[in-house]
C-alpha cells in the first residue's frame, strides 16, 4: 500500500515532464511542503512536496476544505504542479519519534520531486533538513505552495487509511484515519492494536501484551529495534530472543512464555 501512495508522484511526473521553461531554468524554483498524519494512533506520517507552474490558483488549507473540494484542488494541483511525495512508517515514528520521522517524511518528499528547489517553505516548525528550508509556521494559511502540499498531502493519506480497513475490517479507518476518536478507542479496546499502529502511543501500548508482541516478533511482522523502543516506553526489562519470552511490565510475563 506504501507503493500506491508513492507511484503518484510517478504518474504526475510523467505528465509534466515536457512542461519546463526558459523561465522556470531561470527563475528561482521553491517548493511548498506540509504533511498529514502527525496526530494520529495509526497509519503514517505523508508528507507532500509542491512546485507549482503557476500561482494562479490561491489553494485553502486542507483542514478548512470539505473532501468534495479538496478533490477538486488535487485533481487541479496534480496537473499543474511538480509533485514529491514521502512517507514515515509507523514503524519509523516508534523508533525515531514523530518529529523525526516527519522530518523523514519531509526530506523524501522533496527529494521525490523532478526538480531540485533553491527553496523550501515548510509547514511548521522544526522540519528543516537542510540550508534551503524555512519553516513557516501556519504556513498553510499563509503560502498557496504550502497550502496545496497540504491538500496532496492529505487526500493521498486519507485514501491510504481508507485501503487499511480493507486489511482490517474490524477498525473504522476509514471513518477516524486513525485519529484517536471514541470509536478508535473502542476498537482498540475490543480488538487491540495492529502492527499499523503507532505501538509507542500511551493509547495504544497500554493495550499491548507481551504475548501479541512475541508473536508479531515471530511472524516478522515487527523488528526487534521496534520492540525495544515499545519495551522502554513501557518501562520494560528488555528482551530476550525470540522463544526465550518477552519480559513485560505489566504482569503479563505469565502469557509471555506460552
Known amino acids: 500500500m506504501y507503493n500506491t501512495i508513492m507511484s503518484f508522484s510517478q504518474i504526475a511526473r510523467k505528465k509534466r ?44 488549507d486542507s483542514k478548512i ?3 468534495l473540494r479538496r478533490e477538486v484542488f488535487f485533481q487541479r494541483i496534480s496537473e499543474t504542479c511538480r ?32 526538480i531540485s528547489p533553491d527553496r523550501v517553505l515548510i509547514d511548521g516548525k522544526y522540519l528543516e533538513f537542510d540550508r534551503r528550508c524555512r519553516c513557516v509556521i501556519s504556513g498553510d494559511q499563509l503560502d498557496p505552495r504550502i497550502a496545496a502540499a497540504s491538500i496532496i498531502a492529505k487526500v493521498m493519506r486519507d485514501a491510504y487509511m481508507i485501503s487499511l480497513s480493507r486489511v482490517f475490517p474490524e477498525f473504522s479507518f476509514f471513518a477516524h484515519k486513525g485519529y484517536g476518536t471514541t470509536l478508535h478507542r473502542r476498537e482498540l479496546t475490543l480488538y487491540g492494536a495492529t502492527p499499523w499502529h503507532r505501538l509507542t502511543y500511551f493509547p495504544v501500548r497500554t493495550g499491548l501484551s507481551g504475548a501479541m508482541m512475541e508473536q508479531w516478533l515471530m511472524k516478522g511482522m515487527l523488528s526487534i529495534g521496534r520492540l525495544y523502543s515499545v519495551m522502554k516506553k513501557l518501562g520494560g526489562d528488555g528482551y530476550h530472543g525470540p522463544g526465550e519470552g518477552v519480559l513485560w511490565p505489566s504482569g503479563d510475563n505469565e502469557n509471555a512464555q506460552k
Do not use: H
Open 17 to 60: 515532464s515536457s512542461r519546463i521553461s526558459l523561465d522556470e531554468m531561470c527563475d528561482e524554483i521553491v517548493a511548498g511542503v506540509d504533511e498529514a498524519g502527525r496526530g494520529p494512533w495509526a497509519g503514517p506520517v505523508v508528507a507532500a512536496a509542491v512546485v507549482p507552474e503557476t500561482l494562479e490558483f490561491e489553494y485553502a
Open 65 to 67: 476544505l470539505s473532501p
Open 83 to 114: 509533485i514529491g511525495l514521502g512517507i514515515a512508517s509507523p514503524e519509523e515514528i516508534d523508533l525515531l519519534n514523530i518529529l523525526n520521522a516527519t522530518k523523514l517524511a519531509v526530506k523524501r518528499a522533496v527529494d521525490d520531486l523532478d
